[in-house]
């Protein structure tokens, strides 16, 4: 039920900076248009977008709000549950337990209530805690996009996940081993266990091993760092085979994209940097995954909503294991 008051806690920020320009603040609670379902959010994780608005750096993330963020809320990942509806919405009903990526829908997501579009949401699987539920949206799809949609995965190929200890990595290695294919994955020391718990036939310390001086060549490497030149990087993709970058920096970005078409000419090697699109069906994949046991979400650690600032402090240094999550109970 909605607080009597009609009055929610949100945390809200005015000028892009550190983690401590947020603060908590007690605002409306908004009400949904036609399309759009109120969500009462028990659960919200944290993705490399919200740091990216957070410190409107790079410069992409500006884009829409130049001098001051474009949105006072952070936060598109959320799981909780319909609490009221708009007259043309089809989907859901008062009471049904959602989850899914509300990026397109004005974002808003660390807060106790938000309002979304009907079609931004998915019924939450029943064997999922929220928690576990509010960490697939993002991570997931971007994961499937990458090894699925642009890198054309299969079985046997031979893939290398750069950043396989992330949000992104996690659900990668999961998607990779469940498809057939050999991975390798390339992270922080303290990250490589967890790495290959979840199935990956090697594992690198990127401080130790360089993968592109290995001499090992790859059918599919996923970047989801972006912290290498392609120029180094595509030493270590086979001929045919394809490079995906996620993340990265908005120079390397321009390189891999300045770099595409001479190499797959000359070197028929695809290069291709991932534009992400939240989407329903990608969604209800990973549900589907979730439910049959072939993957599992993996939470670093929670932080109550009050906390947020620290859960966003955290995620910079660039430690998390998997996914954090903020809880708003």
């Known amino acids: 039920m909605e607080p009597k008051d009609g009055k929610m806690k949100a945390v809200v920020y005015d000028t892009y900076g550190t983690p401590d ?24 994780s944290v993705n490399s977008w919200d740091w990216d608005l957070l410190r409107g750096k790079p410069f992409l993330a500006r884009l829409g709000g130049l001098r001051k963020p474009r949105y006072r809320t952070l936060g598109a990942d959320i799981a909780g549950r319909v609490v ?8 859901f009903r008062i009471g049904d337990e959602v989850f899914g990526d509300i990026s397109g829908c004005g974002w808003g997501g660390f807060a106790e209530y938000v309002c979304a579009s009907e079609e931004a949401l998915t019924h939450k699987p029943e064997s999922l805690s929220f928690e576990q539920a509010a ?6 799809v971007l994961a499937l996009q990458g090894l699925r949609d642009n890198g054309k995965i299969s079985k046997g190929h031979q893939v290398l996940i750069n950043g396989a200890g992330g949000g992104v990595g996690t659900f990668g290695i999961q998607y ?24 990956a036939d ?32 595509k030493k270590a993709i086979k001929p045919g085979g394809s490079y995906v970058m996620v993340g990265g920096t908005l120079p390397r970005i321009l390189q891999a994209l ?37 993957v599992t979400p993996i939470i670093d650690s929670t932080y ?20 954090v999550v903020i809880v708003m109970e």
């Not at 960490?135 to 997931?140: C, G, L, R, S, Y």
């Not at 001479?262 to 290069?271: R, S």
């Open 135 to 140: 960490a697939i949206p993002q991570a997931a």
């Open 84 to 91: 009221s509806v708009g007259d043309a919405v089809q989907k």
């Open 202 to 233: 090697f594992v690198m310390d990127y401080k130790k091993e360089d993968f592109t001086c290995s001499g090992r060549r790859y059918d599919l490497i996923l970047d989801v760092v972006g912290n290498r030149s392609i120029f180094e990087i």
């Open 21 to 44: 320009v947020l603060r908590m603040e007690e605002v409306e609670i908004p009400q949904p248009g036609q399309h759009e379902v109120l969500v009462r959010v028990h659960a919200a």
């Open 258 to 294: 300045l770099a595409q078409p001479l190499t797959a000419l000359i070197e028929k090697k695809n290069v291709k940097v991932l534009v992400h699109k939240p989407n329903y069906d990608d969604q209800l994949f990973w549900k589907s995954m979730v439910e049959k046991g072939q």
């Open 176 to 199: 990779a081993k469940s498809l057939g294919a050999e991975v390798t994955g390339v992270d922080r020391a303290e990250k490589l266990d967890m790495i290959r718990s979840l199935g």
């Open 304 to 323: 109550a909503l009050e906390d947020t600032a620290k859960a966003l402090e955290y995620f910079g240094e660039g430690r998390v294991a998997g996914k």
